[in-house]
């Protein structure tokens, strides 16, 4: 089964969406096998943005992500990867649809709310740098077959 990595970002802590966010997921289906809360150091979200390093943008961003608590989880399912950024919205949530969770809860792109990977390769590498193999949790669902044909 395919896994991805999701944030909730400083904003939404801040603003009382973690359970909203971790609340889509559950009901559409997907599986949590790993959460946390914790505060970025610059050093880390450095390495979690590296691709963006040297854009006008990543000073701001940087300070954006470390300005206090995230929520980090690993979510699995098939094809979460994809669905995980159909449910986001575009990066812009002046962009993002209606009923996305940037369209619905966003305005700034600089204050966008949630992160998920971009793709399985992004989304392995950032599970391994926010999570040790022994904090993902391996388990049964027995609804799956409720959700699964
Ligand atoms: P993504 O988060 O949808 O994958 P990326 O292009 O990887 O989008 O950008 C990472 C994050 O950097 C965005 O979620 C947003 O917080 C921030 N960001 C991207 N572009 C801009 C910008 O033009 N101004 C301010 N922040 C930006």
Known sequence: MERTFVMVKPDG?????VGEIISR???RGYKLVGLKMLRLTPEMAERHYAEHRGKPFFPGLISYIT???VVA???EGKNVVAAVREMMGATDPQKALPGTIRGTYGIDIGRN?????????TAEREINL???P?????YERNL???IYE
């Open 113 to 121: 709310v949630v992160h998920g990977s971009d793709s399985p390769a």
């Open 13 to 17: 802590v801040q603003r009382g969406l």
């Open 73 to 75: 989880m690993v979510w």
């Open 144 to 146: 799956d077959v409720w």
């Open 134 to 138: 022994e904090e993902l949790v391996a």
């Open 25 to 27: 997921l559950e009901k």
């Open 67 to 69: 300005s206090g608590p």
């Open 130 to 132: 926010f999570f040790s």
